[in-house]
């Protein structure tokens, strides 16, 4: 069973087919620049054979059906007829509180996720038109929605709720939602299956968007982005945690309205706002170890905030079996571990250091061998986890 896996920009269609019989992706493709001059296309299978297609993609209907012109090309396309394709996962950012899993696109489903948009309104609506348009190009083939919001709809009101009036929940639905869930659920349970039995997870998930969850046996309890993905660490471009009263003052300096400040806090904070210069962790650590100070400044501090939530998250579990580390920088950056894991023996961690420096590939073992709590890396595979989750709805 193959199974095409979309994931939406305003101006992109990102998307992967995959074999579920050996849960590797036999294409791999970007439609960019929808909408605007020079739209183009690349796809490039398993076998390293490339098609591009260079042609106007004035909307996400047009780029969808050269998507499947590209699948099924003559000489380096992967299928050979639309029904190849067994269905569709699409990948939408935000369930609000309508849905508690994946869910088959329905007339009705889409509906309720239309009237959601506006809890993700640079997302929402452009993963809605493709998915709109993918279903008037592939009229027969099933589509389901995996959000990136469902897996942390198990947590506990205590977790999911600011400290204010309550009515703003029951009025406007303000509470905590997390986002990256299909990455969590995925390597929560590769984390479960290397603890067996009963496990209490924490996933750090780094990349440009961070974010840190605490899973016990499956069910996340806690997870570190709020209502919107800018609360919690510190990361490429986001402030994470900050003082509201400070986004006050701030403003009144700079003289910005509110929706200025959330995009500053956006776009601009994070690691680029403290080191001046790159959003970009390979950036940081080169300029670091040529001497740059604002750049170790902002590793530490992105560290620090990783080190302050896992031990948060140590007690919101009561104790811990397994740390993971994820995305880009979990997967990829010594530094950024060291830093988190230095001085974690009080929580029974015996890290090893030198083993921490060496990249091998896939899952790999970073705590020495008798550490009562084990720590990983656990590569995301975030295309697998939509795919996996359409998978089981055509089933049911
Ligand atoms: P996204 O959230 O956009 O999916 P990724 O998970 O791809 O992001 O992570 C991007 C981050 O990973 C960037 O900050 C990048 O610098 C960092 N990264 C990638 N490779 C390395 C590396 N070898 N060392 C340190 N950081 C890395």
Redesign the pocket.
């Known amino acids: 069973m193959k199974i095409l896996v979309i994931n939406a920009g305003s101006s992109s269609i990102k998307y992967q087919l995959i074999d579920m019989k050996t849960e590797k992706a036999i294409a791999k493709g970007l439609a960019e620049r929808i909408g605007g001059d020079g739209s183009v296309l690349k796809q490039k299978t398993a076998d390293d054979r490339a098609v591009t297609i260079e042609q106007p993609m004035p909307t996400h209907k047009e780029a969808m059906q050269f998507v499947l012109q590209a699948l099924m090309d003559k000489e380096n396309g992967v299928i050979k007829k639309v029904s190849d394709i067994a269905a569709v996962g699409h990948r939408m950012l935000h369930s609000a509180e309508d849905f508690h899993g994946s869910i088959m696109a329905t007339a009705e489903n889409i509906a309720t996720c239309r009237k959601n948009s506006d809890l993700g309104p640079l997302h929402m609506p452009p993963m809605l038109d493709c998915l709109d348009s993918c279903r008037e190009v592939m009229k027969d083939t099933p589509m389901t929605i995996v959000f990136d919001t469902t897996f942390h709809s198990t947590m506990e009101p205590v977790a999911y709720l600011y400290g204010v009036p309550y009515e703003l929940y029951e009025k406007y639905k303000v509470r905590r939602y997390g986002f990256h869930g299909t990455s969590h659920k995925f390597v929560s349970e590769e984390a479960a299956k290397i603890v067996g039995g009963k496990s209490k997870i924490i996933v750090c998930h780094?990349?440009?968007?961070s974010s840190i969850s605490a899973v016990k046996n499956g069910k996340c309890v806690d997870t570190s982005m709020g209502f919107t993905p800018l609360e919690g660490l510190m990361m490429?471009t986001r402030s994470g945690d900050i003082d509201p009263a400070a986004v006050d003052y701030i403003a009144s300096k700079l003289n910005y309205t509110l929706p200025q400040m959330v995009q500053y806090l956006n776009k601009k904070s994070g690691m680029l706002g403290i080191s001046g210069f790159s959003?970009?962790?390979?950036?940081l650590?080169e300029a670091a170890e040529k001497g740059n100070e604002r750049a170790r400044l902002a590793i530490e501090m992105t560290a620090y905030r990783i080190k302050k939530y896992v031990g948060s998250y140590a007690a919101a579990l009561g104790g811990v079996d397994l740390i993971a580390f994820t995305?880009?920088?979990g997967e990829?950056?010594a530094i950024i571990r060291g830093l988190v894991m230095e001085g974690t023996e009080y929580m029974g961690v015996d890290f090893d250091f030198a083993k921490n420096k060496v990249r091998t590939p896939g899952v790999t073992e970073l705590s020495k061998p008798g550490s009562r709590v084990k720590v990983y890396i656990i590569p995301t595979n975030e295309e697998l986890s939509i795919a996996r989750e359409t998978a089981q709805l055509l089933k049911a």
């Open positions: 780094l990349g440009n968007g490429g959003a970009d962790c390979r950036d650590t995305g880009g920088i990829n950056s």
